[in-house]
């Protein structure tokens, strides 16, 4: 069951979304889920090198330019991130406006987003006695994890500017 915890980040989401611990998070997604043009919700998975905080209401998001994410998100604004790992679940819901473009990473949309309410989901001892999350969602870079590191410090790099 979700409570809603405010509009700022508590310590532990800020942790994971400081773009420090890159390795540590190399398989780890992202969900996140944007408003299509029909109002139905559009998911898309993010690394955690294409996400950073900034400070407790605000993060930065970075999308392929030409996806449907990135439109959603001019058009509409709003975007949700679901961050969901072992013993824990968070959903952040946003609103989103396009930043200048980076002139070393032209083929990213660069999303400023402001918090608007953080929610947490954990399950109630009361209904679901040792229920718990014990694992988020996972990947394979699909290349050497030095040059995924790398790459994904650029685009780290490139948000925070």
């Given at each position: ?96 406006v396009e930043q200048g473009a980076d002139a070393e990473l032209p083929e990213l949309a660069r999303f400023e987003a ?48």
């Open positions: 069951m979700s409570r809603e915890l405010g509009n700022e980040l508590p310590g532990a989401l800020l942790s994971l979304l400081d773009g420090r611990d890159l390795p540590g998070r190399m398989a780890k997604a992202i969900l996140i889920a944007t408003v299509d043009t029909n109002g139905w919700a559009h998911p898309a998975l993010l690394s955690y090198g294409e996400v950073v905080a900034l400070d407790a209401r605000r993060l930065r998001v970075a999308t392929y330019r030409s996806s449907r994410t990135s439109a959603n998100l001019r058009r509409s604004g709003r975007l949700t991130l679901c961050l969901i790992e072992a013993g824990l679940a968070y959903y952040l819901k946003a609103q989103a402001t918090v608007e309410q953080v929610l947490v989901d954990q399950a109630r001892d009361d209904l679901e006695p040792g229920a718990r999350i014990t694992r988020g969602i996972e990947f394979e870079p699909g290349r050497p994890v030095p040059e995924a590191l790398a790459a994904w410090a650029a685009v780290l790099k490139a948000l925070r500017a």
